[in-house]
């Protein structure tokens, strides 16, 4: 174990706890079990890739990086008492992702950018639910796309697809 990324032994219970930096220098501490969920983070950690004791996490500002720590002591917490906890988890993870879509975006990139499959598979369900009964126009103004089609080509692509538009 890398020993420049373990900040410290945690309270009583002994657990190593790593401290991480957001891109706006706001620090965080999470036990090593709760970070080896982002496969990032677990090579950061082997690697020994912390500055001045810290691993500095340059994509992830710190509202989202709180949002990413509080998943991963969930998950971690669930994991150590295995028995009962799956009904627990499922309802954190609803309640998770019910938040604006700016959040959500930035938990995808975080989950993405820290290589958490778990919580990247979330966010994007989440998202998937948000935009599964809307048009494309509505799903161009969320995702902030640019429409690249001439009226023509549109009107030929939905005569194809016409069945797609039955609501």
């Not at 501490?29 to 912390?50: R, W, Y």
């Not at 028995?83 to 959040?103: H, M, P, T, Y």
């Amino acid at each position: 174990m890398a020993s420049a990324a373990v900040a410290a032994d945690g309270a009583a219970d002994g657990k190593k706890m790593i401290l991480l930096v957001s891109s706006d220098g706001v620090k965080f501490e999470l036990s090593e079990a709760a970070a080896s969920l982002s496969k990032t983070l677990g090579n950061m950690i082997e690697d020994d890739c912390a500055t001045n004791g810290a691993i500095p996490l340059a994509n992830v500002a710190a509202d989202i990086l709180a949002m990413v720590v509080e998943y991963c002591n969930r998950h971690a917490a669930a994991a150590a008492n295995a028995s009962g906890q799956e009904e627990l988890i499922r309802k954190f993870d609803a309640e998770f992702v019910n938040i604006d879509r700016k959040k959500l975006f930035g938990l995808i990139n975080a989950a993405n950018f820290l290589n958490m499959p778990c919580l990247l598979e979330l966010t994007c369900q989440r998202t998937a639910d948000l935009i599964k009964d809307m048009m494309p126009e509505q799903v161009r103004e969320v995702f902030g796309i640019e429409n690249d089609f001439t009226p023509e080509e549109e009107a030929e692509v939905r005569n194809e697809n016409a069945w797609a538009y039955e609501m």
